[in-house]
């Protein structure tokens, strides 16, 4: 497989399909638990596809032949699930686990092992078998879990990956674990505060949010 003559188009488009797919799907559960009006460990759903000089930068780093991408590059093709607490992060990953469609790979918890840079997230690396027209393409999908604090924080060391070209000055590096361990503690006091409302009001009858501003999702938006 040759890099200058490679198809990226055709290489990618099946992961296009799958991330779209699953968005879709994890939206219809959200629907399912609205309409049971059952408390949903989603928030929100969003889903991206790496591009050429991303997937072969990540390679490189990582040492993986041309010719291995797909089999070890896990992230090619990402889902990623924000909830507002932790124990909404490990609800989700059994939803996901439990799923006829996939298969685990691996599990990769860095909310109880952190990144030594700061970065908290669940991951699931899943085999999935996408439809197309030649038939059954096998490729793999990362799907990450996540609460708000933890995806705020991913967010700004990204961004800051990016300005410094991933030589983030070591003073920013710093102050950047200590913003994780803020934002762990705010996790932590979160979901004991979520506790208490459980234990107050039982679980199913948690007001997600106000009953007069409905947020549109893509199934309530009108079918021509």
Known sequence: MNNKEFNWSHF???????????????EGIKKQYQLRGAYCPIEIVTGRVKTPDSILDKAKRINVKFENIAREVYDIGGV??????????YKVAELLKSRKDVKLLEERDYIKNRKESGYRSL????????????????LILEFQIRTHAMHFWASIEHSLKY?????????????LKSASVAAAKLD???????????????????????????ELSMFDIKKW
């Not at 932590?188 to 007069?212: A, C, F, R, T």
């Open 80 to 89: 990623r699930i924000t909830c507002k607490y932790i124990e909404d992060v």
């Open 123 to 138: 991951h699931l690396i899943m085999k999935y078998n996408v439809e197309t027209i030649d038939g059954q393409v096998p």
């Open 188 to 214: 932590e006091e979160m979901s004991s505060i979520h506790q208490v409302i459980k234990e107050l009001e039982g679980d199913e009858k948690i007001i997600d949010q106000d009953p007069l501003e409905n």
């Open 12 to 26: 990618l488009q099946p992961y296009e399909l799958a991330v779209e797919g699953f968005i879709l799907k994890i």
């Open 163 to 175: 300005k410094y070209r991933k030589n983030i000055p070591e003073t920013l590096k710093e102050r």
